[in-house]
């Protein structure tokens, strides 16, 4: 037996016995498996019905000759890869040229001699052995090129997510230490201060949400970074979102993030404030904003741990601590239908009320004193107290910006103060009107709120505040940014004023003469 032969199978294909009987003995004695066909029909059906290893074909066979069988051999598919030698008495060029067209891989000459067709059948069985091992390690070298870029593309996926979060992290850390820097301070001794901020102490080490409800200015968002810093979760970023300053088709987004092409103008993937807080906290400022859509699905992560990016099937999970601040009832606004009763429930796990400033006068004197000398450090003033007159009309003053209205007044006088005695010497109360017609500035820190009206004329709140900002746009002829525009006479950002024109339908029709 030779030593290629092992079970190899091969198909003789002759009509003249002598050649049948010769060719099945060499090749059986040297240790093949011989079947054998007297035509090229039956040829044909037994090679499709069981392939064999080789074919030794006879070039002239009355009916279908050698040349036609081997062309139909060569179209069926499970055939077009095994040996065919030819054999032929004839040896001009021109068999051998039409043998080779027709799809032969050799050819052996009559009559046989046995040492030349063993030596030609295992040289064409040992070739196709090794193109079959060469195509398989071809295959599997392919298989794992293609697995490895599979695992590269996913690993680059990775750390371009990564590369990502990073950034954005390092957005929050920057703000962070900006914030840290220069503080505002938790600064007071009151007796309703000491209450809110003995709650604070309590929750802060614990995972429970929290809801801070208090008027503007009175520092939500620094009882939440306290929260923060007092918790487990301190190495961790504390990420920030104003649902106010976010309009409603693009909160979901911030909120869960969305994929490269989920919607129009999505051209990255874009990691969400959920995702980029887990293991940290995430502070909703202004949640009574959010859309009633949306609100379905932040009650759905404090539910379930869980949520799908934007245009994702994929829930993704993240530990969370969530702290959300309003300076709305979310009571009556869930028995208004304007915020899911479901959600305020999971919200207002432990509430915390921060009392407004008016209710906490004695802490007005130091927190002026800390305004006052942090601006004095940073205009390069030696301011050394605030008036006497001055520190009692600040303590009568009704603040209704809170805090940041004081901080506000602070800083002004800080900016006007030609000596080391700060003191106020305009009108307290309504925010900075803006210039008169002959340029002339106006009198306080802002626009004069609109007078309540009489029980019987009673407005809505919406209603009230959508008067007040038309009233303020008319005064500065529709202009919302710069010093004397509309946002800063709201004590807002020009980006929140829009929101709340849009929210409000507040056209240029409202505050524009037409004429």
Not at 128 to 154: H, P
Not at 342 to 361: G, M, T
Not at 366 to 380: D, N
Not at 392 to 401: Q, S
């Amino acid at each position: 037996m030779t030593e290629s032969a092992g079970t190899s199978s091969i198909l003789v294909v002759d009509d003249t016995p002598a050649n049948i009987g010769f060719l099945l003995e060499t090749l059986s004695q040297a240790g093949y498996s011989v079947r054998v066909a007297q035509d090229g029909e039956s040829a044909l059906e037994q090679a499709q019905y069981s392939p064999p290893c080789l074919v030794l074909l006879d070039a002239m066979m009355p009916g279908m000759d050698g040349f036609e069988t081997c062309r139909r051999l060569r179209q069926i598919s499970t055939l077009q890869q095994v040996p065919v030698i030819f054999m032929t008495a004839l040896c001009t060029a021109e068999d051998k040229v039409r043998a080779f067209a027709a799809g032969a891989s050799d050819y052996v000459t009559k009559p046989f001699q046995q040492e030349e067709v063993l030596a030609r059948v295992q040289n064409q069985i040992t070739r196709r052995q090794l193109e079959n091992r060469l195509e398989q390690a071809n295959l599997e070298l392919e298989a794992g090129v293609a697995a490895r870029t599979a695992e590269l593309s996913a690993a680059l996926a990775e750390v371009e997510s990564l590369k990502s979060r990073l950034q954005l992290e390092n957005h929050y850390l920057k703000q962070e230490i900006a914030e840290t820097v220069h503080p505002g301070g938790i600064i007071g001794t009151s007796p309703t201060l000491a209450a809110a901020l003995k709650k604070v102490a309590l929750v802060a080490p614990t995972d429970s949400t929290v809801l801070i409800h208090g008027e503007t200015g009175t520092g939500k968002e620094l009882i939440a970074r306290i929260l923060h810093e007092q918790s487990p979760r301190r190495e961790r970023p504390m990420v920030k979102l104003n649902c106010s300053a976010i309009s409603a088709g693009l909160v979901e987004s911030e909120l869960f993030g969305h994929l490269k092409g989920a919607f129009t103008g999505a051209s990255e993937r874009r990691i969400g404030r959920f995702e980029l807080a887990d293991g940290g906290t995430l502070f909703l400022d202004e949640v009574s904003e959010l859309p009633l859509d949306t609100q379905a699905k932040l009650l759905r992560v404090l539910q379930e741990r869980e949520f799908e990016p934007v245009g994702s099937s994929k829930p993704m999970r993240v530990d969370v601590r969530l702290v959300a601040a309003t300076n709305r009832d979310l009571a009556v606004y869930a028995r208004n239908g304007r915020f899911r009763p479901d959600l305020y429930y999971r919200l207002n796990v432990f509430p915390i009320d921060l009392p407004p400033l008016r209710a906490r006068r004695e802490d007005i004197g130091a927190l002026a004193e800390h305004f006052m000398q942090r601006m004095g450090r940073k205009l390069g003033k030696p301011l050394r107290q605030i008036a006497p007159d001055t520190l009692e009309r600040l303590t009568a003053h009704d603040w209704p910006g809170n805090i940041r209205d004081l901080q506000n007044t602070i800083e002004r006088a800080a900016v006007l103060a030609s000596s080391d005695v700060l003191s106020v010497d305009w009108e307290l109360g309504p925010p900075p009107q803006a210039a008169s017609a002959d340029g002339a500035p106006g009198r306080g820190l802002a626009t004069a709120v609109a007078p309540v009206a009489a029980d019987s004329e009673l407005l809505p709140l919406e209603a009230m505040e959508r008067s007040h900002i038309i009233t303020i746009l008319r005064r500065t002829r529709g202009v919302v940014d710069g010093p004397k525009g509309a946002a800063r006479l709201l004590a807002l950002k020009p980006s929140t004023t829009r929101f709340r024109m849009k929210k409000l339908g507040i056209t240029k029709s409202d505050y524009l003469d037409s004429g």
